[in-house]
């Protein structure tokens, strides 16, 4: 996998063009309140942007005595890490949304409190050795499809 495939896969599947878009409104915002605070007019709305964009076209100076493939990684790797954190925002309330929709809601939503994005799974075995089943098609379907991807017990599990 190349570099510029696993940047764009950084930013969209984690959220992360949202992030990043949501960062720099933010800047933008708080750019201007400070300068109305100090009677100035302040930036135009692109300004962060641009102000991103010059960073980036930047060129990189590497010190002599520092591995040079280290220098440049670790800040990719860092930034993965920053986008990373938004895997483990809670999105219970959006996935819920989706129920809330007229006609489309039970399409999307399935049974009541699931949502439009959900995971199929089953545990099976004794409590010290267990086996987990993830069934990854039940992620690509919305809810009212997802029964069909759903793990069926062949027989009830006995009690001990």
């Known amino acids: 996998m190349n ?11 984690p959220g992360g063009l949202c992030l990043l878009l949501l960062g720099l ?3 933008w915002v708080d750019r201007k309140l400070v300068a109305r605070l100090q009677n100035r007019v302040g930036p135009r709305w692109f300004q962060p942007l641009a102000d991103t964009i010059k960073l980036l076209a930047k060129e990189e100076v590497v010190p002599e005595n520092v591995q040079a493939r280290l ?4 800040p990719v790797i860092a930034l993965a890490g920053a986008l990373t954190s938004a895997l483990y925002v809670p999105l219970f309330g959006l996935n819920n949304a989706f129920q809330q929709i ?3 809601g039970p399409l999307l939503g399935g049974r009541e409190g699931e949502g439009l994005v959900g995971v199929t799974f089953a545990v099976q075995g004794p409590l010290n050795n267990p086996q987990f089943r993830i069934n990854p098609l039940s992620i690509l379907m919305p ?3 997802r029964e069909l991807f759903e793990f069926r017990a062949k027989e009830l599990p006995q009690v001990e």
């Open 3 to 13: 570099t510029l495939t696993t940047i764009i896969t950084l930013l969209i599947f």
């Open 25 to 27: 409104a933010y800047e």
């Open 71 to 74: 220098f440049t990684v670790l």
């Open 102 to 104: 007229p006609i489309l």
């Open 143 to 145: 809810g009212v499809f």
